[in-house]
């Protein structure tokens, strides 16, 4: 069984351990380096990227992170995860690191005040018969990703309405938006995939531990 850790300072942590153990893993919170050290692969759930990095330096994880994640530890960020994946971001707050390794850059809470939240029945073309059927996401106050490297494989886009809801997004509404991508061994998701009974993302993700 590949050992998944949840990074549990934060988010939404027993659902996504829920979601781990449905599809085969043995999921484990992970709060302190020594928990690190034991696990195969990490999550990184949503909630709040600012608040993340610093609880994750002041839990003294953040270095530890970083290292096993440069070192090729699998990891699946989602919304303030992906944020803590990616190489670059914009809208952060003064200081605010990332760990890295994800080449891309987010922009957060991309979808403007007006569409907070929202939910919509995604595509994932490329990741084949599992995903015959859309996946229904829920987005949170969420990243979208604005620019992709070339060895970052776009799973998902969402298309962003012209309505009312979406008038925040001014002359940016309307364009569909990537929401998912694969880079190597990190998967990241601007919505919450925990949130929903689709366990397919967490499946395709231990898949990706198994096949090392
Ligand atoms: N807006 C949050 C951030 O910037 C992410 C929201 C989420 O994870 N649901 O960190």
Redesign the pocket.
Known sequence: KPVIGVFALQ?NVREHLAMLTAVGADARPVRRESELAQVDAMVL????????YKLARSFELFEPLQKRIADGMPAFG??????MLANEIT??IDGQETLGGLDVTVR??AFGRQVDSFEADLEFPDLGPTFATPYHAV?????WVERVGADVQVLSRVGTGLGAGWAGLGPEAGRSRIVAVRHDRLLATSF?PEMTGDVRLHGYFAELVRGL
């Open positions: 988010g759930p949503g909630g709040e990227s600012t608040t993340m989602t919304c303030a995860g992906m944020i809208g952060g957060r809470n987005f949170i106050r969420a990243p919450h």
